[in-house]
């Protein structure tokens, strides 16, 4: 896309202040490279790095952490040297968000890069200030002509195999962060709070794997503060920092923020936990959720409170944030010939019509944190995702995904495209009527990949209610293969900004392409 502006990523001036910040006062492991403590005594001090989410072509959400009690400040600029800087007064971090924080940035320029830093100052004297940390975004363009490109995964941390620093640590970030992407897609999965994180791990060839290990990784998460333990764990990483000082993000959320297969209103039956009832775990989590991740509808937006959101990326596309976990009724085998609240819930899905149906976006690309067609159990009886296993008419969860195929194909909505992540292997399905026990819909790509940092698993079967065809797949032929013998997986998503099309690449760790597929706007037969 030759129109779009790119910034040489590797070295970065601005990203690389950034980073070498981030290590100071909280004595962070450092993974992958040496950074020196910038800390200043008695001042607030940015350890954990900045984050930027949900930018439109005018708008961002700023995030920080202090040690302390402190004042953000947020400085914006067009250039690396800050003349004429534009400056945002944030809140006050205090121990009721765990001293994290957001400031909203608007009126900001279309198409453009934007450098900014993030200062803490003392609340008594805001003349004693902490060492500023840097951080770039692009902002959405508001031409066609420049295009977008995204990446996007999922499952971070997860069957015990955390931050090794024999490897380098999440190594995966940095490639990524080198690819230069609009903003990063994590499909659910951002941390497991039901997985703890051990000293060290045998591995079947006889190597160990090391973690970086931390109190709140010792167990489940149950209180408050053990859930803001493990959203803070990801962010030892200095290949993450780095990722999120000059990637934006857009995050969703699925079972392991809170625990495996988790649905409201259960009780657990597990000894490991204390607090058996989920719903008390699922608010904690979403409490801390809010607190360590840019996510608009969570601070203070119209309607806010909620994960599930439209993301606005300029005239190619808007990106559909779901969540099928929030609102979903109880895992189970999936048989009811009569379901209003699916996997979405009545009000999420009013929603999603809603929205999709004044899109005018070319293409319209749905983040599912779980996958359609692939049948995921729970259990010997029940099932976790939308497929039971049954080919036949939709029962269960089904039927609200049936309702919403055919919602998209009577009002002629065009450019629907399915990313998820959930399965920990990379696939694409493609889903047709013709091939279906449900046929009332338009044909539609559903494209799977991760994880960047968890055990990788068989593939799953196939559920033909809604016709799918698995174009590609690869996964390993046994349960949990470690991050040291599996590459990490991601996808790619480039919309060419002359013709409109939209390329899919699945990606692994190392550079290679697995598998591409070019889609043409407008199109309802490919």
Same mark, same amino acid.
């Given at each position: 896309?030759?129109?779009?502006?790119? &910034?040489?990523?590797?070295?970065?001036?601005?990203?690389?202040?950034?980073?070498?910040?981030?290590?100071?006062?909280?004595?962070?492991?450092?993974?992958?490279?040496?950074?020196?403590?910038?800390?200043?005594?008695?001042?607030?001090?940015?350890?954990?790095?900045?984050?930027?989410?949900?930018? %439109?072509?005018?708008?961002?959400?700023?995030?920080?952490?202090?040690?302390?009690?402190?004042?953000?400040?947020?400085?914006?600029?067009?250039?690396?040297?800050?003349?004429?800087?534009? %400056?945002?007064?944030?809140?006050?971090?205090?121990?009721?968000?765990?001293?994290?924080?957001?400031?909203?940035?608007?009126?900001?320029?279309?198409? =453009?890069? *934007?450098?900014?830093?993030?200062?803490?100052?003392?609340?008594?004297?805001?003349?004693?200030?902490?060492?500023?940390?840097?951080?770039?975004?692009?902002?959405?363009?508001?031409?066609?002509?420049?295009?977008?490109?995204?990446?996007?995964?999922?499952?971070?941390?997860?069957?015990?195999?955390?931050?090794?620093?024999?490897?380098?640590?999440?190594?995966?970030?940095?490639?990524?962060?080198?690819?230069?992407?609009?903003?990063?897609?994590?499909?659910?999965?951002?941390?497991?709070?039901?997985?703890?994180?051990?000293?060290?791990?045998?591995?079947?060839?006889?190597?160990?794997?090391?973690?970086?290990?931390? =109190?709140?990784?010792?167990?489940?998460?149950?209180?408050?503060?053990?859930?803001?333990?493990?959203?803070?764990?990801?962010?030892?990483?200095?290949?993450?920092?780095?990722?999120?000082?000059?990637?934006?993000? *857009? &995050?969703?959320?699925?079972? +392991?923020?809170?625990?495996?297969?988790?649905?409201?209103?259960?009780?657990?039956?597990?000894?490991?936990? %204390?607090?058996?009832?989920?719903?008390?775990?699922?608010?904690?989590?979403?409490?801390?959720?809010?607190?360590?991740?840019?996510?608009?509808?969570?601070?203070?937006?119209?309607?806010?409170?909620?994960?599930?959101?439209?993301?606005?990326?300029?005239?190619?596309?808007?990106? !559909?944030?779901?969540?099928?976990?929030?609102?979903?009724?109880?895992?189970?085998?999936?048989?009811?010939?009569?379901?209003?609240?699916? &996997?979405?819930?009545? =009000?999420?899905?009013?929603?999603?019509?809603?929205?999709?149906?004044?899109?005018?976006?070319?293409?319209?690309?749905?983040?599912?944190?779980?996958?359609?067609?692939?049948?995921?159990?729970?259990?010997?009886?029940?099932?976790?995702?939308?497929?039971?296993?049954?080919?036949?008419?939709?029962?269960?969860?089904?039927?609200?995904?049936?309702?919403?195929?055919?919602?998209?194909? +009577?009002?002629?909505? %065009?450019?629907?495209?399915?990313?998820?992540?959930?399965?920990?292997?990379?696939?694409?399905?493609?889903?047709?009527?013709?091939?279906?026990? !449900?046929?009332?819909?338009?044909?539609?790509?559903?494209?799977?990949?991760?994880?960047?940092?968890?055990?990788? !698993?068989? /593939?799953?079967?196939?559920?033909?209610?809604?016709?799918?065809?698995?174009?590609?797949?690869?996964?390993?032929?046994?349960?949990?293969?470690?991050?040291?013998?599996?590459?990490?997986?991601?996808?790619?998503?480039?919309?060419?900004?002359?013709?409109?099309?939209?390329?899919?690449?699945?990606?692994?760790?190392?550079?290679?392409?697995?598998? /591409?597929?070019?889609?043409?706007?407008?199109?309802?037969?490919?």
């Amino acid at each position: 896309m030759p129109h779009r502006p790119r &910034i040489p990523s590797p070295d970065r001036r601005t990203v690389l202040r950034g980073s070498l910040v981030a290590t100071a006062a909280l004595t962070l492991p450092v993974v992958g490279a040496a950074a020196p403590a910038f800390a200043r005594s008695g001042r607030p001090d940015a350890a954990w790095g900045v984050q930027v989410g949900d930018v %439109t072509s005018s708008s961002a959400l700023v995030w920080v952490r202090s040690d302390r009690p402190a004042r953000m400040v947020v400085e914006t600029s067009a250039t690396e040297s800050f003349r004429r800087a534009r %400056t945002w007064h944030g809140p006050l971090l205090g121990p009721g968000t765990d001293f994290t924080g957001t400031t909203p940035l608007y009126g900001l320029p279309p198409g =453009e890069q *934007v450098h900014y830093r993030v200062t803490l100052a003392a609340p008594d004297d805001p003349r004693r200030t902490g060492e500023p940390v840097y951080g770039t975004f692009r902002t959405a363009p508001a031409r066609r002509r420049d295009g977008v490109r995204f990446l996007w995964s999922g499952d971070i941390a997860g069957q015990g195999w955390g931050i090794n620093p024999d490897i380098g640590g999440y190594r995966v970030y940095d490639e990524m962060r080198r690819l230069d992407p609009d903003f990063f897609l994590c499909s659910g999965d951002n941390i497991y709070a039901d997985g703890v994180i051990e000293p060290s791990v045998a591995l079947p060839d006889g190597r160990v794997w090391h973690n970086v290990t931390t =109190e709140e990784k010792a167990k489940v998460a149950e209180t408050l503060a053990e859930y803001r333990g493990n959203f803070r764990y990801n962010l030892l990483d200095e290949n993450l920092r780095r990722f999120n000082a000059q990637v934006p993000s *857009v &995050i969703q959320w699925d079972d +392991h923020e809170v625990r495996n297969n988790w649905y409201p209103g259960q009780i657990l039956d597990d000894v490991r936990y %204390t607090e058996k009832n989920v719903d008390v775990l699922a608010a904690r989590s979403m409490r801390a959720f809010g607190e360590y991740f840019p996510v608009s509808t969570l601070h203070g937006s119209p309607g806010g409170d909620r994960v599930h959101r439209v993301v606005r990326h300029g005239p190619l596309l808007d990106l !559909f944030v779901l969540d099928m976990r929030t609102f979903r009724n109880a895992n189970s085998p999936g048989r009811q010939p009569d379901e209003t609240t699916g &996997i979405l819930g009545a =009000e999420q899905l009013a929603w999603l019509k809603r929205e999709l149906s004044k899109s005018r976006a070319v293409w319209k690309v749905i983040a599912a944190d779980m996958p359609l067609g692939l049948v995921v159990a729970d259990g010997t009886s029940n099932f976790e995702a939308v497929a039971q296993g049954d080919p036949g008419a939709p029962l269960g969860r089904e039927l609200q995904i049936a309702e919403l195929l055919r919602f998209i194909k +009577h009002r002629r909505i %065009t450019g629907t495209v399915w990313l998820t992540a959930d399965v920990h292997y990379t696939s694409a399905q493609h889903y047709a009527p013709e091939r279906a026990a !449900f046929k009332d819909f338009a044909p539609f790509w559903e494209f799977v990949t991760g994880p960047l940092a968890a055990g990788q !698993f068989p /593939s799953n079967a196939l559920d033909g209610t809604f016709g799918p065809a698995q174009v590609f797949v690869q996964a390993p032929d046994r349960a949990n293969v470690s991050p040291m013998e599996t590459p990490a997986l991601f996808g790619e998503v480039d919309i060419d900004g002359d013709s409109g099309e939209l390329t899919v690449r699945l990606r692994e760790q190392g550079g290679s392409v697995l598998f /591409s597929k070019v889609l043409q706007p407008g199109r309802v037969d490919q």
